[in-house]
C-alpha cells in the first residue's frame, strides 16, 4: 500500500514537473532572487565553498545541466520576455547551446527554487556587470509538493548533516511539521543511500520513545541540529538545551523558528551575561547582524536582553556542546562504573538507587563534603540525603575521572602504555559512598584490604631494584613506609595550594566544550565541591573560566538539588576525616552522629559550646599524640631485642601483637592508614549496631534528578 501511494504521488509530480516545464534561458543575475526561507530549513544557503571553487576554476561552469537553476515564471512574464527577445516558446525548450537570453520586464525578479547558493556565490566572486545564469523556468502555478521536491531535490546535491536528516524526517512524519510520507520516504532512502549504519541508529532511536521525545522537543529550535550526530545518539541523554533558547525567544514558536544556525555556532559555549569578554564580542556581532540576522533591530536588542540574563551562571548550550560534552561524562561514567560494578547495559541511577540503604545516617542530616578531608550537615530526609548522594559521587567522577579510567576490554589490543586505575583514589571513592549510606557487595570488596600496602611494597621494589637489592626485613619496611604514610595531617581548604581566577586570565583559555586541560583540571579539583558547584557565580569577570565551564556541565546535567532551602554553603566545617581505610568504619560514624557530625547552620549563641567542643578535641588530639609516641617508643626497644633472632620477621611480629594485647588496647595512626581504627581506648566499647539507630527506609517514591545516566559509555 505504502509502495503504491509513493508511485502514484511520484508520476503525478513528474506529469506537473513536464506540463508546467516554459524551457532554459540565459537570466540576469539582478533579475534572480533565493526562495523564501521556509521556516523549517535548518541549512541557509553557504556560498564560501562555492566562491572557493569559483575563483579556483576561473569560472562557474553555469552551462551544465547539474548547474542550472530552477525558478518560477507568471504566464504573463514569460509572454513579454519572450515578446521582446524575439523568439519563440519552442526555442526555449530545444536545449541546443548557446542558451538564449531573456530579458524581464522592469522591476520583475524570479524566485529561484533551486541554485540560488550557486548565484549568490558566482554575483560576489565575478565582476562582471552583466551577469547571467542558467535558469530552468517553470510556471509560478506549481503545486506546493512539486516545490517543496525541487527544493529538497537540490539539497541532494549536497550531503545533508545527520541534523538535517532527522529535522526533515520527524517533519515529514508529522513532529513540528505537516505530515508527507512521500518526502518522509524520500529522505529515509537518501539516509540509507549514504550510510546504512546512520539509516540503523536513526530506528533505534524512534524505538525509543522518551530519547526521540527529547530531541523532538529541540525540533522548536531546528537550527540546534546543527551538532547533531546520530553515530552517538544511542549512548545519550536529553539535556533540554531546549529550555534556554525558550527562555531566549519568550516562548514564541515563531521566533524560535527563525533562529538561524550561525547565530546557534556563534552562541553555542558562550556566557555573555557573566564575562566581559564574550559580551562585547557577541554584541558586535550582534550591531553587525551576523547573529539574529532575521530579526529586526528591536527585536535583536529585545533578544540580546534575555541572552545575556540565561548566561550569567552558565554557558549557553546546543547540541554541539551537549555531545562534546558527552565526551567528558562518559569518562566521568567509567568511574562511577567502577564504583557501583554495572556495566553498560545497566543504568547508574538505578543501580544506585539499588546501593542506597541509608545507613548510619541520622534521621534529620544530610552530609555534604566540602572539601577532599572535610564535610558539613544539612538539614534534609532520606530523599534529600539520596539525590545529594548522588550528586557527590558524581562530582567526585568529574575529580577523579584521570585516575580511575575504564578497564580495556578488547584482547588484541595495541602494545602501547596505558593508565592503571589509582587504587587509594578509587578505596577513598568507596569510603565516600559509604559514609553517604550506599552499601553494596563491589563496595565491600573495595574497602576489604588496605591499597597503602600495595603502594608502599611498589615503592621499596621501585626504588631498589629486586633483581639487585634485598631488604632484610621486607614486611617491616612495609610497615615502616605505611607508619609514615599515617602521619599525614589533612591539609584544610584554605591552605590548598590553588590559582585564582585573576591569575587564569594570563593562561591559555579554556577549552569550552569537552575534556578539559589537565592544567585547567589540575587548577579546578579544590572547587568541584558540591557548596562551590551551588555557589552563585559573580558576573562582570573579564573572560570565562575553566570552573564556570565544569559548572555549567554540572548545572546543564544535573540541575539542581530538590531542595536549597536549608542547604547552607557559607559555613565552616564540622569534621575533617580522611577517606583511607577508617572511611567505612560504622562505629566511627555513629560517633561522629552524636558529637561531630553538627549540623553548622547553629544559632550564635551555640559558638561557645562548639568552641569548647573544639578544645576537648584538640586535648584529646593531644592525648592520642602522646600515646603514639609512647608506643613508637616501646616499639624501637622490641625491635632492638628481635635483631639477634634469626627469625626475625616472625618474631617481631609476634611481639608487636603480644605487646598490644598485654596493654589492652588497640593503637590507630591518625590517618589509619594501616587499617585500625583512631581511638585512645577502644576496649570493649560498640556503638549500637546501625539497624538499631537507623532502621531501613521504607521504600522511596522513585527520585528523578534532571537526567537520567542511563547510557553514558
Known sequence: MVDSSFTQVNRRLEEERRAK????????????????????????????????????????????????????????????????????????????????????????????????????????????????????????????????????????????????????????????????????????????????????????????????????????????????????????????????????????????????????????????????????????????????????????????????????????????TFFEDRKFLSTAADCMRRLTGVGSKVTIPRRLGEMFQDTNQRTDQCIVQVSQTAYVSVPGDAATRFDLGCRQLWLTAFREFRELPADVKKKDILAKARRKADEITLFEFASLADRLGFESDELSNIMRSSPYFEVAKRLLLSARKPGQYRYPNFEKCIQQVTDIFATAKPVSAPEMPHSSEMNERHLELPIRCGIPRDNDHNRDQTKLFLPSILLEYEIGQTRVTSFFIRRSVYLSYFGLPLSLADFVIDQQPTHHFDLGVDGANPADRTGLGSEAHTNTAAQPGEQPKLDQLKELSQLEQAKLDHLRQLVQEQQDRLNQLTKSVDNTTNESDFGQNQFQHSSGMEIVPTNTMNGTREASLVGDFEGPSSEENNPRPAKRHQRVTRFDFDRVQ
Not at 272 to 286: K, N, R, V
Request: charge should be negative.
Open 21 to 320: 516545464f516554459c524551457g532554459t534561458a540565459s537570466i540576469s543575475i539582478s533579475s534572480l532572487k533565493p526562495t523564501l526561507r521556509a521556516t523549517n530549513r535548518v541549512r541557509p544557503p553557504v556560498p564560501e565553498p562555492l566562491k572557493r571553487l569559483y575563483r579556483e576554476e576561473h569560472g562557474c561552469r553555469k552551462e551544465d545541466n547539474r548547474h542550472h537553476a530552477k525558478a518560477t515564471i507568471s504566464q504573463h512574464d514569460f509572454e513579454a520576455a519572450l515578446l521582446n527577445a524575439g523568439i519563440s516558446a519552442s526555442r526555449l525548450q530545444g536545449d541546443a547551446l548557446p542558451y538564449p537570453a531573456l530579458e524581464l520586464p522592469p522591476g520583475v525578479q524570479l524566485e529561484c527554487l533551486q541554485g540560488s547558493d550557486r548565484i549568490m556565490a558566482a554575483d560576489e566572486v565575478f565582476d562582471d556587470t552583466n551577469k547571467h545564469w542558467i535558469v530552468d523556468l517553470y510556471l509560478d502555478d506549481l503545486s506546493d509538493d512539486l516545490k517543496t521536491l525541487f527544493v529538497e531535490e537540490y539539497e541532494y546535491q549536497m550531503e545533508p548533516d545527520d541534523g538535517e536528516f532527522y529535522c526533515k524526517i520527524r517533519g515529514y512524519q508529522g513532529h513540528h511539521g505537516d505530515e508527507n510520507p512521500f518526502f518522509e520516504r524520500m529522505w529515509l532512502g537518501r539516509l540509507s543511500a549514504l550510510s546504512k549504519n546512520r539509516r540503523d541508529l536513526l530506528d533505534q532511536l524512534f524505538r525509543h520513545k522518551k530519547y526521540s521525545d527529547a530531541f523532538d522537543a529541540l525540533l522548536a529550535v531546528p537550527a540546534l541540529f546543527c551538532g547533531f550526530r546520530l553515530t552517538v545518539v544511542h549512548q545519550v541523554i536529553s539535556m533540554r538545551c531546549e529550555e534556554v533558547w525558550s527562555d531566549i525567544c519568550g516562548g514564541d514558536y515563531k521566533t524560535m523558528r527563525l533562529i538561524d544556525r550561525p547565530t546557534i555556532e556563534r552562541l553555542q559555549g558562550t556566557a555573555p551575561g557573566a564575562f566581559s569578554t564574550d559580551h562585547d564580542e557577541l554584541l558586535g556581532d550582534l550591531r553587525s547582524g551576523r547573529i539574529l540576522g532575521n530579526f529586526s533591530e528591536q527585536q535583536r536588542n529585545e533578544l540580546w536582553i534575555r541572552i545575556c540574563n540565561a548566561s550569567n551562571q552558565r554557558l549557553i548550550p546546543s547540541l554541539f
